[in-house]
């Protein structure tokens, strides 16, 4: 007999069967058939929190092994899943494979971090082949930056193996910057996850779960049923402890084989929150029982018994009886393994908060340090890979000496694991429990600088860069000072001020100089050598950056090395040379070999430029962008630099769907979040039309007011696409007027568009002027053959030079060379408005030629399609039926006829609501209608929009007045 079919021996009153998860249990059953068939699959079980995530895991593990199925599973916690790969080391141990994991301490950070990947790979690989495997991990809301990591690389490197991976998270975790987002939003890009998603309960499954959990012979009454759902809105974990603080009240008793009210509904007082029914049954446990759960709530949700037992200093025996009473109360779960050490857990993480709150301030830092004591008095070995708990629980103690050390040590092992924020919390802290003698101080702060770079925040790298060298200073310490300058400079330039960045690396130079040749002063140069590539003053460049590489060759700096060679080979790729192109390469796999991410992502941002530079088409660029993004994603880098080359090669791709998903994820810090914004502008005109884009087109105009040359041409094509799509064509010109006398001297392919895009739109405008002088500066430009991008600009400035003589033949053959050159270098703005040119061209000609325009007009929207820009399609539309073109209508996979017969499906309170939102009446409103709370109206319009499969409120109106509403494609 389970625990779960015992009610009067313990009391519970738990709901045994799985409620209204028939669809979900259906599409993970049928991924584990996939499974065992031989196909790899992954899938990702969300919802809130008490929803019912891990019931639904509980039985489709059950599930799974009764298909053939072998089942590993490892969970992430608030506290012990802070050790990087937590879940996922678990689970190697579960299956006695630990040993053929390697070893941290042998290794460079970038090899250590491979080879882990690769050995887990190689391990769940190895398992799948030998017999079908599902892995589960709980709980990803909590995870590590590592495990983050390795989940979607084991999703897209175990597809041909039997193995089916299965992640669970909470929904209501997940603000905007939230770690677990970006991972998310990979595994969506790269279509290789099945979404399930767990809504609350409806009217009629808060019904079914009653009776489950009461042993009721027949539905509860009405009353009853709503008093509960309209309390907690379809939570099971809620109504479950509801429902037990009932019992304890008395105003439900077990009689006669079920659960029976002993008052009217009327009269019974429903606790009004989760935490409310906690404490109502903590508090029905004995003092000591409350003692020692309170001790296990500092903890952590999971703690070991051992742990537990140094802690509360208490006999073996009270501590069973107080773990064994908290289980009968239906607050912990004991959790069974054969491989670990007897461990228990808080039924839920709300569970364990609730209880925490019990405890004053002073009762918890003597709790916390009774904690780190009894971790540390494990061995050092145990202290030095439990890090994140001791840095935890000491500062939470008060113990500052404590607390710093192992802030430290947690911070070097997350920089080692490429866990940069976490890093950046760990320095952080030791910053601010450290002494203002400590010696240490400014190389904390320089550490701080690179994690917090690398964590995607530029102004808090700045803010410390600025700090340390305010501490060097201070110190007398000028080649610490100079250091953090070239720091201070290269966060400057990020966020915008170019100017101040310059100045501030030539005052670094200025005070290292007179030093000799330091590594200080190689990294002085190598930042002014920077800038001066930036500028297009490359000859100055390449001059100063191999001075660089010479002096830190020389000091062993390798760091330095890298960077300034990745510095020289963009110069020598502006300036056309292919050494350029080898310069960098060489400077990656530098800093690939040695385990520098910094000047790793560098080079693989800047070697997309370089090899457009160069001559290479635009294919070949996405390769290399490809490589950048799975070295990113390996490392768990998602800077806005990386966010901006990923945006643009979505939008380039017409992707478009992708690329807003991954602008959610911007920071909003660098200047490179114009670009982005500029980037989303465009989409949003294209879709939506001028109206949403334009506040985002002038905020990025402000923003970058004060930008270099170099950064407003990294816009410019970004500027003008959204404009020209927007049909502004005077803010087309008036924006790239900045710009023309640096076309010169770019190599970017956007400028190339840039200027495409201002000759349209002063044609549209039929300003002659600035036609002539357009293109003028087209053909003024570089005249490189390799550039393929300047080719296609070049050929359409003198297509339009060709068709204001009247010789349309050469127009006409030139913006035809033009457009195919756009679309090698995938710049879909300037292909369409070459091809658009072309096509009015042919049809001008006194011979026009409708089929070859026709073909034109076929050869443009396929890109707008595929990136859904319904806006821009209508204005394409029209454009065609001006000129007599047919527009081809899109035959789009016919849906199946919606009828009205879910309706059905729909409770009577649930057809109330839907008859409200087809009134036009919001959530809160209908609230205030049907007297409820507006959580509970939106909990009624989720569930009809899940019923009939709807995804807006105009579907419900659409359908409510028995019309055959647009089922959107997912």
């Known amino acids: 007999m389970t625990e779960d079919a015992r009610p009067m021996a313990d009391r519970r009153i738990l709901c045994p069967v799985l409620i209204g998860r028939e669809t979900e249990m259906g599409r993970l059953a049928e991924l584990v058939r996939d499974c065992v068939g031989g196909r790899g699959r992954t899938a990702l079980v969300s919802g809130e929190a008490g929803v019912g995530k891990t019931g639904l895991i509980r039985d489709f593990v059950k599930r799974a092994h009764t298909l053939g199925a072998r089942v590993l599973a490892g969970e992430c916690t608030e506290i012990d899943a802070r050790r990087p790969l937590g879940p996922f080391i678990d689970i190697a141990r579960a299956a006695n494979r630990v040993a053929s994991l390697p070893t941290a301490d042998n290794a460079t950070a970038e090899t250590d971090r491979y080879r882990l990947y690769s050995a887990f790979t190689t391990l769940l690989g190895d398992l ?20 983050l990591e390795l989940f979607p690389h084991l999703a897209r490197k175990l597809r041909d193996v039997p193995l089916l991976l299965v992640g669970t998270y909470r929904t209501d975790e997940l603000h905007r910057r939230h770690p677990l987002r970006p991972m998310l939003t990979e595994l969506s890009r790269t279509r290789v996850v099945e979404d399930v998603i767990l809504p609350r309960l409806s009217e009629d499954d808060v019904a079914a779960f009653l009776r489950e959990a009461m042993r009721l012979g027949r539905p509860p009454t009405t009353e009853f049923r709503q008093a509960i759902f309209n309390t907690c809105e379809g939570n099971p974990l809620f109504m479950e402890e509801v429902l037990r603080a009932l019992v304890e009240r008395g105003d439900v008793e077990y009689r006669d084989g079920s659960w029976r009210r002993t008052k009217e509904v009327a009269e019974i007082v429903i606790p009004d929150t989760l935490r409310d029914a906690v404490l109502d049954r903590f508090r029905m446990l004995s003092p000591e029982a409350q003692a020692v759960l309170l001790r296990a709530a500092v903890i952590g949700s999971r703690f070991d018994f051992g742990i537990l037992l140094r802690v509360t200093g208490a006999a073996e025996a009270e501590v069973v009886g107080a773990l064994r009473a908290a289980i009968d109360a239906q607050l912990m779960l004991e959790i069974t393994s054969d491989t670990r050490a007897p461990s228990y857990a808080f039924r839920h993480a709300l569970t364990r908060e609730s209880v925490l709150f019990e405890l004053l301030q002073p009762e918890r830092r003597r709790i916390h340090a009774a904690v780190g004591e009894a971790i540390e008095g494990q061995g050092p070995e145990t202290s030095a890979g439990h890090a994140e708990e001791l840095a935890y629980h000491f500062d939470e103690a008060g113990d500052r000496d404590r607390a710093f050390r192992y802030h430290d040590l947690a911070a070097r092992e997350a920089y080692r694991l490429f866990a940069f924020s976490r890093a ?30 690398l964590a995607g925040t530029p102004q808090r790298a700045l803010r410390a860069a600025e700090e340390a060298r305010r501490w060097f200073q201070e110190a007398g310490d000028v080649r610490g000072a100079g250091l953090a300058l070239t720091r201070i400079a290269s966060y400057r330039w990020f966020l915008g001020d170019s100017r101040g960045a310059r100045a501030t690396a030539d005052d670094a130079v200025r005070i290292i100089e007179p030093l000799g040749p330091t590594q200080e002063l190689a990294a002085a140069y190598a930042q002014v050598a920077r800038f001066a590539f930036l500028d297009f003053e490359r000859t100055a460049a390449v001059e100063l950056g191999r001075r660089a590489v010479e002096i830190a060759r020389a000091q062993g700096a390798i760091t330095i090395v890298a960077d300034a060679l990745i510095t020289v080979g963009g110069a020598e790729a502006g300036l056309g040379h292919m050494e350029g192109l080898a310069l960098q390469r060489e400077a990656i796999d530098l800093a690939f070999a040695h385990g520098l991410p910094e000047p790793a992502l560098r080079g693989l941002h800047n070697r997309l430029s370089a090899l457009y530079a160069t001559g290479s088409s635009g294919a070949e660029v996405r390769l290399a962008a490809e490589e950048e993004f799975a070295w990113a994603r390996r490392h768990g880098i998602r800077t806005e630099t990386v966010i901006f080359d990923e945006v643009a090669y979505m939008v380039e791709a017409g992707d478009w769907d992708a690329g807003l998903r991954v602008i959610q994820e911007t920071y909003g810090e660098s200047v490179f979040r114009w670009f982005i914004q500029l980037a989303e502008a465009f989409i949003l005109a294209g879709r939506e039309g001028p109206e949403l884009s334009r506040p985002l087109v002038e905020a990025a105009r402000l ?36 710009v023309a006398t640096f076309v010169s001297r770019s190599f970017y392919p956007e400028t190339d568009e840039a200027v ?6 002063s044609i549209e405008l039929e300003n002659a002027e600035a036609r002539s002088r357009w293109i003028e500066i087209a053909l003024a430009g570089d005249t490189s053959p390799r550039r393929i991008a300047a080719r296609a600009r070049r050929a359409f400035a003198q297509a339009e030079r060709a068709a204001s003589s009247e010789d349309l033949d050469t127009s006409i053959k030139l913006l035809g060379e033009s457009a195919a050159l756009f679309n090698d270098s995938f710049l879909p703005m300037a292909e369409t408005v070459t091809r658009r040119r072309r096509a009015e061209l042919l049809l001008g000609r006194n011979i026009g030629d409708r089929d070859a325009a026709q073909a034109e007009l076929g050869r443009i929207l396929p890109y707008w399609r595929r990136a859904k820009a319904t806006w821009y399609l209508g204005q394409l539309k029209r454009w065609a039926t001006a000129l007599g073109l047919d527009f081809p209508v899109e035959t789009p996979e016919r849906a199946t006829p919606r009828t009205r017969e879910p309706r059905a499906q729909l409770t009577t309170r649930e057809r109330e609501v839907a008859a409200l939102v087809a009134a036009g009446l919001s959530n809160k409103e209908i609230a205030e209608k049907l007297v409820i709370s507006e959580r509970t109206a939106e909990g009624h319009v989720e569930h009809i929009l899940g019923k009939l499969q709807f995804r807006s409120r105009s579907q419900i109106a659409s359908w409510q007045a028995g019309g055959d509403p647009v089922h959107p494609a997912s």
């Open 424 to 453: 950046a919390l760990h320095l952080e802290r030791a910053i601010a429990l450290a002494d203002d003698r400590e010696p240490t101080l400014g190389d904390l702060q320089l550490r701080l600088v690179g994690a917090a770079s």
């Open 703 to 738: 923003g970058l007011r004060d930008a270099s040359p170099s950064q407003w041409l990294s816009g410019a094509g970004f500027m003008a696409r959204a404009t020209l799509i927007a049909g502004d064509m005077a803010a087309t010109l008036n924006d790239l007027d900045r």
């Open 128 to 147: 799948a082949r030998d017999r079908p495997t599902v892995v589960v991990i709980e709980d990803l809301h909590w995870a590590d930056e590592a495990s």
């Open 756 to 761: 495409a895009c201002a000759i349209q739109a």
